[in-house]
């Protein structure tokens, strides 16, 4: 992706209720599960201060009006968009529900999308909500959620909005989602984003704040989904994001959507 402006390195975040627990057999309630997003959120918000790094955190409606003085104090230095009303259910109406909801709390507008686990969603209803930018996308095969491999890996246009794609390698489409950060060997993550970085002229990348909590007590869920949670994921994160600064800029998604249409 050729482009004047330094590489621009978008770690994001997706802010929701802990309903993977739920996915997994565990029971657990909608209290408990904000507390231990708020809990990873924290910690993970720590981390970005030290760096002096701005992201995007991507938020579902359901959890900012569970936390709005966490939500609003993070506004401050980071953009706030919309991860959907909930995370275990959508319906289209939601596009516009959280949009408002998240911009009453807030109190200034909110540009961007990401449905919860890249699901599809119709690019005229995303249009017509007012959004600027979706990053609903994700260019590659993941087993039992989606195989899109043949949409586009770089930035487009659909309608009036701008599609900013999770990123994936250039030539293998090699995930470099949550999931890799975790269980991919680390040195080899990093030289992987590092690639893509380079050659696409920016990054995507995203997590979510309940991985940097302990994870142990959830027995049900899968050792893959649970590898090198709490205080090693916040330092592996930590590394990664020192290690990619050497070669680019922090930036938010809105901010790297305007440059985009410049």
Known sequence: MASTSPPRILFTVDVE???????YGHDLSLLDQIAVSTKGLRLLAERFEALNARTTLFTTANYALHEPALINQLAQRHEIASHGYYHTTFEP?????????????LGKPVRGFRRARMGDTNPQEVAEAGYIYNSSLHPTFIPGRYNHWGEPRLPFKELSVWQIPASVTPRLRLPLFWLSLKNFPFAF???????????????NLYVHPWEFTDLAAFDKIPAYVKRHSNHEL???????LRFLRQHGDYATM?????????
């Open 17 to 23: 209720e802990f309903d993977t627990a739920l996915e």
């Open 234 to 240: 916040l330092d592996r994160v930590e590394t990664l």
């Open 254 to 262: 809105g901010e790297f959507a305007e440059t985009l249409s410049t």
């Open 189 to 203: 993550y990093k030289q992987l984003c590092l690639e893509t970085l380079r050659a696409d002229g920016y990054v």
């Open 93 to 105: 109406g939601d596009l516009a529900k959280s949009k408002q909801a998240l911009e009453t709390l």
